[in-house]
Nanobody, 125 residues
Framework: QGHLADSGGGSVQAGGSLKLSCVAS????????MGWFRQAPGNEREGLAV????????HITDSEKGRFAISQDRAKNTVYLEMNNLKSEDTAMYYC??????????????????WGQGTQVTVSP
């Protein structure tokens, strides 16, 4: 059973940047798809970005294109979410997720098998 450790959150001012990291460990095979999601208090968890770990193809949710980017370092079993020009509405708990088996890789919560513990991002005006 694999484990995801997400980190890199913190408190920043609006307009700032953060880079979140998610280290995957304990997997027999590399997860097929990795993603980043966030959840603000009172809101549903929403998908931000996914990456096919084999080929590196990525998809960013339309609302965050141009501000957010997902990438990976296969040698380190790590996926990153780089966030720029942060806004107060980006304040949320951010989670990485892993889909172990082949198939679709998109921003749908129920296709992912494993979740990180979350890392808090707080953006002040």
């Amino acid at each position: 059973q694999g484990h995801l450790a997400d980190s890199g959150g913190g408190s920043v001012q609006a307009g700032g940047s953060l880079k979140l990291s998610c280290v995957a460990s304990g997997y027999t095979d590399r997860p097929y798809c990795m993603g980043w999601f966030r959840q603000a208090p009172g809101n549903e968890r929403e998908g931000l970005a996914v990456i096919y770990t084999g080929g590196g193809v990525t998809h960013i949710t339309d609302s965050e294109k141009g501000r957010f980017a997902i990438s990976q370092d296969r040698a380190k079993n790590t996926v990153y979410l780089e966030m720029n020009n942060l806004k107060s509405e980006d304040t949320a708990m951010y989670y990485c997720a892993a889909k172990r088996d082949p198939g679709v890789c998109h921003l749908q919560l129920d296709i992912f098998h494993d979740w990180g513990q979350g890392t808090q991002v707080t953006v002040s005006p």
